[in-house]
């Protein structure tokens, strides 16, 4: 099947610094990638949709200034965390849809996830 | 507001026997509804969708049935295995974004 990977997989920062992390689809173009949180024992909960080209769409409650997206290509992806805080220390997972093809469990492929801890 | 929910945070089942997951939603709308499992520290993998014309699908094990008057949707996964132990988590799209339940997490005893 195909491909999504994060990168890092497991991040420590201080406080108070920014972190990026990369999602990239592998082998297949992703117009739309989606990103995601998850606290422990919690929902996945959409942060934002990321789309080649223009602005993420961010979902109600979500800092956009805090939580950076780009997405400069059709296969790679970044959420900037600015400002660390330790409760921003959570579970960030990506999620690319191929493009050109509606919303489907053959479509939407997810990252392995990258944990984040702010200390 | 939780269009879609998952009201059991946990199950657990002897390895063997059949287990059950519930998913209740309140929007008539959709157009299908996903199943995705999830193993800690990993992203989530797709299992098995159904769309909204059919009540019923079936993948090997894993079988979604959908009654949509009640406006509910379960996954039973017979007979089940120690590898099945995952969150698994119901949803849906809205406007081409996947919108997730709360999870239920399934332990399949030995």
């Known amino acids: 099947g195909a491909v999504v990977s994060q990168h890092p997989s497991w991040v420590i920062c201080k406080s108070g610094t920014s972190v990026k992390i990369e999602c990239r689809s592998l082998?297949?173009?992703?117009?739309?990638m989606f990103w995601y949180r998850q606290f422990p024992k919690q929902s996945l909960m959409l942060m934002a949709t990321s789309n080649e080209g223009s602005k993420a769409t961010y979902e109600q409650g979500v800092e956009k200034d805090k939580f950076l997206i780009n997405h400069a290509s059709l296969t790679l992806s970044t959420l900037t965390v600015t400002s660390a805080h330790p409760e921003d220390s959570s579970f960030y997972i990506c999620?690319?849809?191929?493009?050109?093809?509606?919303?489907?469990?053959?479509?939407?492929?997810f990252g392995e996830g990258s944990w984040l801890t702010v200390v | 507001d939780q269009q879609v929910k998952q009201n059991s945070p946990s199950l657990s089942v002897q390895e063997g026997r059949i287990s059950i997951l519930n998913c209740d939603y309140t929007n008539s709308m959709f157009d299908y509804f996903l199943w995705y499992k999830k193993y800690p520290a990993e992203g989530p993998t797709f299992l098995i969708s159904i769309s909204s014309i059919k009540d019923k699908n079936e993948d090997g094990r894993f079988t979604v049935f959908l009654n949509k008057s009640a406006k509910h949707l379960s996954l039973h996964i017979v007979p089940s295995q120690p590898g099945d132990s995952a969150v698994y988590f119901c949803g849906y799209n809205q406007g081409g974004k996947l919108i997730f339940g709360q999870g239920t997490e399934l332990s399949v005893k030995p």
């Open positions: 999620s690319a849809r191929v493009s050109g093809q509606e919303v489907s469990g053959n479509t939407i492929y």
């Open positions: 082998d297949f173009q992703a117009t739309t």
